[in-house]
């Protein structure tokens, strides 16, 4: 629920956790997802919908 889910955010922010994060644009979806499912993803994925 929405109180475990700040209790997370809250103790990954006192321990500095942080998420392994690319930012992509949506022209590079198709590679992100073949990456994905072909297992060579090591981090989550960021759509940046501000670019073409």
């Known amino acids: 629920?929405?109180?475990?889910t700040q209790e997370m955010l809250d103790f990954s922010l006192k321990h500095e956790i942080?998420?392994?994060?690319?930012l992509i644009t949506p022209q590079e979806i198709d590679k992100a997802y073949e990456n994905l499912t072909s297992g060579?993803?090591?981090f989550r994925y960021v759509i940046d919908m501000t670019k073409e």
């Open 1 to 4: 629920g929405i109180a475990e």
């Open 40 to 42: 060579k993803a090591k």
């Open 18 to 22: 942080y998420p392994e994060t690319e």
